[in-house]
């Protein structure tokens, strides 16, 4: 006799990017009422969070290097600690709380979030010389102590699950990447953000997932999604670069110090002597490859010390080589335990948060774009690759911006809104 198979995490989230939910009612599938804003308010953030898999976090205790395990494992962009209650004030005041399901009772505190950048700016902060930094002593720091190295660290999010796509929107525009959604929620009539949540679970909403539902509804978001990415507003003119021949660690205080999580590569030669320490204004410069977040993540804590001394260039050469003769150590799919022998399979890992597809493809080749490219060509490009932002060139191949997610989300947003104002004038008249 034939088995049903329950659908994938990856057939899950597709589903609900389409608005199909498993076990869901009529009203889950109904119409969006018409226009974009339609679209946008009819679907709630917790059909998307529904469909991600469990959060991935580490406690409070755990060490730089077993974080810095714990993302590599997973492959997420960032982690979620968790202390006792009671005894934190959470990033930002919030107070962000997971509860029993049955008795109510508050079982742990979310006290903020961490991402490879700031276990990196932490270590590149112990002294300009990369072979004096006493690796071992930095990477044993708790967890806990680097929580708001970076902007986006400073706060803790949720979304309260009945929050539109629409205002969800609105908190991603802004330059928040990810936020918490609780699954059930004890707040009433709350609209979007939130400091104050307790609840029994929780899932990661990212901007990329909000990206590929506007990738899934392009039939009805097209009119947007046609129009160029110069004339919805959505490039940024300004772009800082680092040389080729930058060092990693410098490049890490420079990337910190600016709040920025990826820059482009530009030959060195290009730029000249004496740049190799700091930003460069990459305007009319020819990117050759991106240094991000990503690439960091994905060094090995072993390989940290010998590889922070070398150049930016040098530096993704090695970890791609690493990455293709290397399996990672897999600490657990909670990221919890760091006991799992070094022989552990790759494929233990659980691939979480943003990171479920497209694993290596945002370190391995510059994505660029045109001026002159539609927003839907930007958001293909994004998804299909996934790559956080898009850098804008022009026909030699220079750079002139950036396109990031949040450039794109902000710019879909006001598109809906005026739009909508639109069709309330003409109604109104």
């Excluded at 970076?150 to 796509?165: M, N």
């Excluded at 609780?182 to 909000?210: C, F, H, I, K």
């Excluded at 932002?389 to 598109?415: N, P, Q």
Aim: hydrophobic share 45%.
């Amino acid at each position: 006799m034939a088995q049903l198979r329950a659908p994938s995490d990856e057939q899950r989230q597709e589903l609900a990017l389409h608005g199909v939910v498993a076990g869901g009612n009529e009203s889950s599938n109904k119409k969006a009422r018409a226009g974009l804003c339609g679209v946008l308010r009819e679907r709630k953030v917790v059909e998307l969070a529904r469909a991600k898999r469990r959060l991935v976090e580490v406690p409070y205790t755990a060490t730089l290097a077993h974080t810095a395990n714990a993302l590599l494992a997973t492959r997420a962009s960032g982690v979620a600690v968790a202390a006792p209650p009671g005894h934190w004030i959470g990033a930002g005041g919030s107070m962000i709380l997971e509860s029993d399901p049955a008795t109510g009772a508050v079982r742990k505190h979310y006290i903020g979030m961490v991402n490879m950048l700031d276990i990196l700016a932490h270590i590149a902060e112990a002294s300009d010389d990369a072979e004096a930094v006493d690796l071992d002593r930095r990477m044993a720091v708790p967890v806990s102590n680097v929580i708001g190295h970076s902007l986006e660290g400073l706060t803790l999010w949720t979304l309260h699950p009945t929050t539109s796509v629409l205002d969800c929107m609105e908190t991603f525009s802004k330059g928040v990447h990810r936020s918490l959604v609780p699954l059930e929620s004890s707040a009433d009539n709350v609209v979007a953000v939130e400091l104050v949540e307790s609840a029994p679970g929780y899932r990661m909403l990212t901007q990329m997932d909000v990206v590929r539902f506007l990738r899934a509804h392009g039939a009805e978001l097209r009119g947007v999604l046609s129009r160029t990415v110069r004339e919805l507003g959505a490039v940024n003119d300004t772009v800082f670069a680092v040389a080729g021949g930058t060092k990693v660690i410098d490049a890490i205080r420079a990337m910190r110090a600016a709040s920025l999580t990826a820059v482009p590569v530009v030959d060195a030669a290009a730029v000249g002597s004496g740049t190799e320490t700091t930003l460069q204004y990459g305007n009319g410069q020819r990117a050759i490859e991106t240094f991000s977040a990503t690439d960091l993540r994905n060094c090995p804590v072993a390989r940290l010390q010998p590889w922070l001394g070398i150049s930016v260039t040098e530096f993704k050469r090695k970890v791609a080589e690493y990455q293709a003769s290397n399996r990672p150590v897999v600490p657990g799919a909670d990221a919890t335990d760091t006991s799992t022998p070094a022989d552990t399979p790759a494929a233990a890992a659980v691939a979480t948060d943003d990171e479920q597809s497209g694993q290596q493809q945002e370190s391995a080749a510059l994505v660029t774009c045109s001026p002159d490219s539609t927003l839907g060509e930007a958001i293909e490009a994004a998804a299909s690759r996934h790559v956080h932002r898009l850098w804008v060139v022009d026909e030699e191949g220079l750079l002139r911006g950036v396109v990031s997610l949040t450039d794109i989300l902000r710019a879909v947003r006001e598109a809906a809104l005026g739009e909508d104002r639109e069709l309330h004038n003409i109604v109104s008249f």
